[in-house]
């Protein structure tokens, strides 16, 4: 089969690669339709992330037909459109009984926090992704769920990830009616992070990104006010001055240690840019909400060495909620704002890519060359 792969950091290539095989009875293998870049990615594919191997195909989003299934799965069948969570869980764990699917403790031997995440190294289980001709998907009768017939493609695919987190990242800010809530970035998790406050019950939501192409879609797509930090010497005193001096109610880290720049970085000034790769988002936030206020944080972080100012968000008595997005939990009221016109998750996607075009796409989306904000890849579109 065609796949992308990992020859290093900046370099990824469609390569040759064997075509998966049913490792385990309840293992299934997906044809795969529709894959997407996301923004983690390129923590990958700028070498930020440890133990990503060469050969290491990437994707966690993505959406395709059931092509073989193991002799024990039960809840799919060969034919089946479906799509598949970014998370691999098994289901039974103590973790997964409590709905806590992206800290599955059976699927990655370095699972200290994380469970096995779909082309993103062998820190996350080593498990190949789905921007490839095929991909194996284990247990495959908790994972992947059958496309309801009503939903796009498109919108499928974006339920895989970046709208599931976008709205995690809203539910964990424990918004209430009228909050004002801040978000840091204007890539498509902060978008549907903006989005989805707003069907939480926020009373005004702010976007926060240096990017005018990426701050003119918060508006258009999330209705929300934007600011370009870069116009302001210091964006946490624009954030003061615009709530009363008190401070927002919820903020929402939707950046993290941001793929663009270098995660062991120092940064101790404000004036550095979000791209700075140390958690410059994430103390604005604590800077910026006010005293008892809510920090929602699901931009991905890697190691870091920098200074997180905690000692003044307990002094401030802020909480903090954070995690990897526990995707198929949120499905149900993602399709059902869907299908009710609340959501078109397809409106942020900007570029469509054939698969044999992919290295192209990385280096758009890396250097956020035309207007991109979210390319999908095209592998067996029929």
Known sequence: MKAMTYRGPYKVRVEEKDRPRIEHPNDAIVRVQLAAICGSDLHLYHGLMPDTRVGHTFGHEFIGVVDEVGPSVQSIKVGDRVMVPFNIYCGSCYFCARGLYSNCHNVNPNATAVGGIYGYSHTCGGYDG?????????FADVGPSVIPEWMADEDALLCTDALSTGYFGAQLGDIVEG?????FGAGPVGLFAAKSSWLMGAGRVIVIDHLDYRLAKARDFAHAETYNFGEYGDIVLEMKKTTDFLGADVAIDAVGAEADGNLFQ???????????????????????VRKGGTISVVGAYGPMFSAVKFGDAMNKGLTIHTNQAPVKRQWPR???????????????????????????????????LDQIIKPIISVNAN
């Open 130 to 138: 789905g921007q490839a001709e095929f991909v194996r998907v284990p």
């Open 179 to 183: 909050d004002t809530v801040v978000v």
């Open 334 to 368: 993602l399709f059902s704002h869907i299908q009710n016109g609340y959501l078109k998750p397809s409106e942020i996607v900007t570029h469509r890519i054939p698969l044999e075009h992919i290295a192209e796409g990385y280096h758009t989306f890396s250097s956020k």
């Open 266 to 288: 120092h940064v101790t000034t404000a004036k550095f840019k979000l791209q700075g790769g140390s958690p410059v988002a994430l103390n604005w936030a604590i800077d910026s």
